[in-house]
């Protein structure tokens, strides 16, 4: 299978710092892939070279490849703002607009021209919502405003908004660290109801998090990617001794 986005050969430097090593990876189509590791190891910064998050920062440089779908995101003819609908990101921590529900969602729809009569913008935002597992919820409160949410709600927000603007991938930087073990599930199974609709990947400090919701898993350690492979096989025979350290927690 031809992968969704494949990685070669790719560093990252903050400055003189070198903070990815050389690092290739291919991300499918049908499997969630999981990046774990040890803080400060790199799996975010990685994560943010695949939709070129990592261009907002100015002391930042990125060698080598990275392909989706056979195009290199790094040419100097590509449209960032049309790569990052491509590869959605959604953060840490819900960061809504300060707008309402509805607004969240029809917001890069509207932008990206994808919908601009209100009847089809209605159907694209209760799609998105219903896909997040939030309209239920939300459905006769449209018109409040995304911050009023819970900490759980504003993360499906947040996937919803990502969802609206059609992406190929959505990239998932720790979407659970901020939320309560219910939020937490929920998360979870809209990982699951996803899955195969979109190449996903989430970066966890939770090592259960990532047997549960992924196929394949990755670890990185002091920028480097250590090992990658199902996710099964890492979790219970790793073929590297770090690997075999961390998930026993001889360190992290």
Known sequence: MTPKISARDVSVFYGAKQAIDHVSIDVDQDNVLAFIGPSGCGKSTFLRT????????????????????????YASGMDVVQLRARVGMVFQKPNPF??????????????????????????????????????????????????AL??????????????AVDPEVILMDEPCSALDPIATAKIEELIHELKGRYAIVIVTHNMQQ????????????????VEFGRTGDIFTNPREERTRDYITGRYG
Not at 50 to 73: K, P
Not at 119 to 137: C, F, K, N, P, Y
């Open 50 to 73: 695949l939709n070129r998050m990592n261009d907002t920062v100015a002391s930042a440089r990125v060698s080598g490849e990275i392909l989706l779908d056979g195009e290199d995101i």
């Open 98 to 147: 300060p707008k309402s529900i509805y607004e969240n969602v029809a917001y890069g729809p509207r932008i990206h021209g994808l919908a601009t009569a209100r009847a089809d913008l209605d159907a694209l935002v209760e799609q998105s919502l219903r896909r997040a597992g939030l309209w239920d919820e939300v459905k006769d409160r449209l018109t409040d405003s995304g911050t």
């Open 150 to 163: 819970s900490g759980g709600q504003q993360q499906r927000l947040c996937i919803a908004r990502a969802i």
């Open 210 to 225: 990532a047997a549960r919701v992924s196929q394949q898993t990755a670890f990185f350690h002091l920028g480097q990617l």
